[in-house]
């Protein structure tokens, strides 16, 4: 098999990335925008010894599963993998990734519940960060990444956004092209604008907008203005500077240009108030649906509970006025202001919220002398650090809820607190990223009888 070689084959099944896997010649080949079923002639891109990479020359038989995609830029843009085939394939796709992961990552054997699907395919962010950059003739242009790259793919209408955010970011570029403002160039770090990042209340529809810049600029304020009276829904537009040479897209320093820099929200009955920083999930009527299985599994009534990676509160805050005590501990400073205000907001007296990193969470609950009957976790993308698995573990936490956007991260999690008593009864899928490859799970882990304190 060499590179360029064309090859017929049929797709059997999707990775957890979007990609089709076919053999030929008994290697494994990945190939993108493919759908289980299809068989087409694929070029060799890359060549292996077990594995290879290709791409589609030709259809030959559609999968039943296909369909014409309904995105002008999909394939070029890097964000979604799955506008190619119909929804009820897609669920099944990323259902199946749950399972592998948990049964063969974590060497697990759940009850696998069934995935709960997006209410709505397009429209359903909350949430966006568009790069700035230059065409090849040097002209500003915004979008998206393209796959594994960070070349921009202008796109004037995200169907997963807002209209109103595709409105601004219009707004934006011409208010930089009027005034001729200089963009950031990655490979050469030179140049100052470098993102929009644009957030909106699901249900208030208030928006703040961030304009991201290696520095200070005096056309800000100007800027701002504009785009308060150009959109009456904006309620702040703040400048971020990010002076760093590195692809994290928010730096340190905050300057509020117009209005205010949070936005208030209504997440699972609470009044939520977010500051530009703070995580908050970008889908947030199937993140009220995600929050309402993990309080399911939680079984919170009268009971201590310790919300670790707890961000702006939401998690917690769900299960507040079911539980006796609330205890968060979140590592991004603005987050637990956030956390606190939306505790007092709520009229919620029995939550607590501590600004450290989740590994110093027993120290912490040492402390307070609170004794937490159940642990809720919802890590970043990269899982835990084993220690704090160890560390909950010794504690004698008799219940653990797992929520993650990654099932292998996930699943490696949970198959540590395994090795560590417990077991893991339940797992079920919840969509909040149609289109794309990603997936949230929840998992519930119970302390084995004979491994309770």
Known sequence: MNKNDIYRAEITSLTNEGMGVCRIEGKVIFVPFAAAGDVCDIKILKAKDSYGYGKIENIITPSKDRKDSDCKVFGKCGGCCFRHIDYKAELEAKENFIKDAFTRIGRLSPEFLPIVGNESLWRYRNKAQYPLGKDKDGQAVCGFYAPNSHRIVPCEDCILQPEIFSEIVAFVMSFIHENRLSVYNENEHKGVLRHICIRKGHYSGEICVVIVAKRKMPEAAKLAKAIME??????????????????????????????????????????????????????????????????????????????????????????????????????????????KENALLNGITNAEYFCTDAGNTAEILKKIYVQPDVVVLDPARKGCERKLLEDIAELGIDRIVMISCNPATAARDCGVLEELGYRCEKVRGVDLFSGTQHVECVAVMTRSKENRK
């Open 230 to 339: 150009r959109f009456p829904a904006v309620r702040g537009v703040v400048l971020n500077i990010n002076r760093e040479d590195t692809n994290v897209i928010l730096g340190e320093e905050e300057i509020v240009l117009a209005g205010c820099a949070e936005i208030t929200d209504t997440m699972c009955g609470n009044t939520i108030k977010i500051s530009p920083k703070s995580f908050y999930q970008v889908n947030t009527p199937m993140a009220e649906k995600l929050y309402g299985i993990a309080k399911e599994f939680a079984e919170p009534e009268g009971k201590n509970i310790a919300d670790i990676y707890c961000g702006i509160g939401t998690i917690g805050l769900s299960m507040a006025k079911a539980a006796k005590r609330v205890i968060g501990v979140e590592i991004v400073k603005s987050a637990v202001d956030n956390a």
